[in-house]
């Protein structure tokens, strides 16, 4: 027996009824924010996630599903959504334009990780990119776009946001931060030493009990910001309190991917175990220009979509649409037309082997169908069928043409 690949699921029955809830709820809450669809390849060349979500992250570095394809090409399944909008954003020529270009996305993502409750090889996410919008009132809208999805789906959450600084503060921080992380180089874990030297930042981000208990003196971004960004972060605070949005401010939130700038966030979830997020995004104002494209600032986020799957209230399905069963397969030819005019109006299930009533009547109860119409001997030379409403209970005797 050939098994699914170790870390990637199939979907079905609720599962699925989950992951269509979810989109549906999601994509129409985007279209309510001005969000057109945008569909980019899932593969794609290496080089653009090693230029944007970084040559030193955990997912470039350890994650990515990478190989050569038969034309000798370094390919790469996508490990997230930016990356390819953007790159989809210039090849465009979107950044040339005028116009403010927003766009939602959903589709299965491709990371290498260790698979365990919550993390998955191959994973979904919906996710938004608005570009050419620098106020931070996007950001703030982005945050509300994802708490008016959460709602919806009847989810519970919290959210951290950071600010990340931008290309005037943060070199001098991460100067800073090198220096504080060298003198306690000896007693950090082997990761964070290597961090170090390739990307600083993300020792904040560390699991390590003891890294972290060392990092509580470490200089914070957070107070070394430069006057714009301070006036943003301030800002965004600002509007989520006016929002009555409640947050955390978690000065170690720095996210796993390269490109982020000003605002970070992202939405946790205290009911699903260790892999806690459920959301996360922020503002990416260089990474246009940084794949050759024209400055554009932007901002985005993206859902996790199995992460949120058990979290979810399904909404009550009622009784819908017509089972035809035949008690005798003489009466399956007369059933079939009738099936496929009903269809035109209706969800119909057909059950084309003799069965008992009973068993009929079981069947139409299986397929959450509001009518069971059944055709028999006595039906068949008649020319009527036997209809009962599963909903009140009524059963009837119709001529076929009545029906
Ligand atoms: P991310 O934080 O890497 O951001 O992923 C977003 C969400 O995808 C996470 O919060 C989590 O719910 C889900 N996720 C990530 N990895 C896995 C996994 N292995 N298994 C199951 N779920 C997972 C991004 O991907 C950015 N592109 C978000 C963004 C859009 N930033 C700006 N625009």
Redesign the pocket.
């Known amino acids: 027996m050939i098994n699914a690949l170790r870390g990637m699921k199939d979907l079905t029955f609720e599962e699925s009824q989950r992951f269509v809830h979810i989109i549906t709820t999601a994509v129409s809450i985007a279209k309510r924010y001005g969000y057109g669809y945008i569909e980019t390849p899932i593969l794609e060349e290496t080089a653009l996630f090693k230029r944007s979500v970084g040559e030193s992250s955990d997912i470039v570095g350890k994650e990515m599903y990478q190989f050569e394809d038969k034309g000798g090409n370094d390919v790469c399944m996508r490990p997230?959504?930016?990356a390819g909008v953007v790159r989809a954003f210039i090849s465009a020529k979107l950044d040339r334009q005028p116009q403010k270009f927003k766009f939602y996305y959903y589709g299965p993502m491709f990371?290498y990780?260790r698979p365990q409750k919550?993390?998955?090889?191959q994973?979904h996410?919906f996710?938004c990119?608005s570009f050419a919008e620098a106020s931070v009132y996007e950001d703030f809208t982005m945050i509300s776009m994802i708490k008016d999805i959460f709602d919806a789906l009847g989810i519970g959450y919290t959210l951290q946001i950071n600010s990340l600084g931008c290309p005037e503060c943060m070199p001098p921080y991460r100067e800073n931060l090198v220096s504080f992380l060298t003198d306690i180089k000896e007693e950090l874990c082997e990761d964070c030493n290597r961090r170090i030297s390739t990307n600083p930042i993300r020792v904040l981000d560390c699991k390590n009990e003891r890294c972290q208990s060392l990092l509580s003196s470490s200089p914070k971004l957070i107070h070394n910001l430069c006057e714009s960004c301070d006036t943003d972060f301030a800002k965004l605070k600002a509007l989520l309190d006016q929002a009555d949005i409640a947050y955390e401010v978690d000065t170690n939130l720095v996210?796993?991917?390269d490109y982020y700038s000003k605002s970070a966030f992202?939405f946790v979830s205290s009911e699903i175990g260790a892999?806690s997020?459920?959301?996360?995004?922020?503002r990416?104002d260089r990474l246009v220009e940084f794949l050759d494209g024209r400055a554009t600032p932007a901002v985005?986020?993206?859902?996790?979509i199995?992460?949120i799957m058990g979290l979810v209230k399904l909404p009550e399905i009622g009784r819908e649409g017509i089972y035809l069963g035949a008690m005798i397969p003489e009466a399956i030819d007369t059933l079939f037309p009738i099936a496929q005019q009903k269809r035109k109006e209706q969800k119909v299930t057909v059950e084309y082997n003799k069965k008992s009533l009973k068993a009929h009547l079981k069947g139409a109860d299986k397929a959450g169908a509001k009518i069971a119409a059944v055709i028999g001997e006595d039906e068949l030379k008649n020319g009527t069928i036997w209809i009962k409403d599963l909903e009140s209970k009524e059963e009837q005797t119709l001529p076929l043409e009545a029906f």
Do not use: C, D, K, N
Not at 118 to 121: A, D, H, S, V
């Open positions: 997230e959504g930016t990371r990780e919550g993390r998955l090889r994973f996410q996710g990119e996210r796993g991917l992202e892999q997020a459920i959301a996360g995004g922020g990416y985005g986020f993206a859902i996790g199995e992460r």
